[in-house]
């Protein structure tokens, strides 16, 4: 991989003490050609209490940034609309308001003097996430759980097929059998999203 094709390695800047009770990790999406219109993702921990981890990606599409502090969570998602950008950058800022902490993102070093960037919530407890967020399985739960606090290291994730959940399944069930065919989804992907059974046995018969 050579730096005129690398995304810019992602930096971290707050208050020290503030970082030392913080995890990041990040999750990095990009187009999959042997799925068309789904994603591959791969999750890399930036940032592990006050601990910086050091990683470079290409052709990203968008990423989604879980993270904590001490026991509260949040996430802030974006496209990666910055990559052909002059001066093109990847910056977290953390800082301290309102008893919480918020992340900010900067993508090109013009947006820094103005604070321009996506910007998340406040950090809050993860019961409360869950509900805010509808999360009830206890699956989809641990899979949030691990996002926000677990260590991912860079060196060892490779990227794989995007994993279900609910909202990723409603929307599948949402789009017209022509264009469920043109995702070309695994079986097992397809049998867990409680299609009818004529649906499913379509989709099943185009992938093969």
Not at 59 to 64: E, G, L, N, W
Not at 113 to 138: A, H, V
């Amino acid at each position: 991989m050579s730096d005129e094709i690398a995304e810019p390695a992602f930096k971290v800047y707050g208050d020290a003490t503030i970082l030392e009770n913080m995890v990041i990790n990040i999750e990095n999406s990009i187009n999959d050609a042997k799925y068309p219109g789904y994603s591959d993702t791969k999750v890399q921990t930036l940032l592990y209490k006050g601990k910086q981890q050091a990683f470079r990606n290409r052709d990203v599409i968008s990423y989604s940034i879980y993270f904590s502090y001490e026991n509260k969570v949040n996430k802030l998602t974006f496209d990666n609309i910055m990559s052909d950008r002059q001066g093109h950058i990847n910056y977290l800022y953390v800082f301290k308001k309102d008893d919480g902490v918020y992340l900010k993102y900067y993508g090109v070093e013009s947006n820094v003097q103005k604070e321009i960037g996506p910007t998340s919530g406040i950090t809050i407890p993860l019961d409360e996430y869950f509900r805010e967020n509808n999360i009830l399985d206890e699956q989809e739960q641990q899979f949030y759980q691990l996002r926000f606090f677990n260590f991912f290291d860079p060196n060892l994730q490779e990227y794989q097929l995007e994993p279900l959940n609910k909202i990723t399944i409603e929307q599948f069930k949402k789009l017209p059998l022509e264009e469920k065919i043109n995702y070309d989804l695994p079986a097992d992907y397809l049998r867990q999203m409680n299609l009818p059974e004529d649906e499913l046995n379509v989709l099943l018969k185009a992938n093969q």
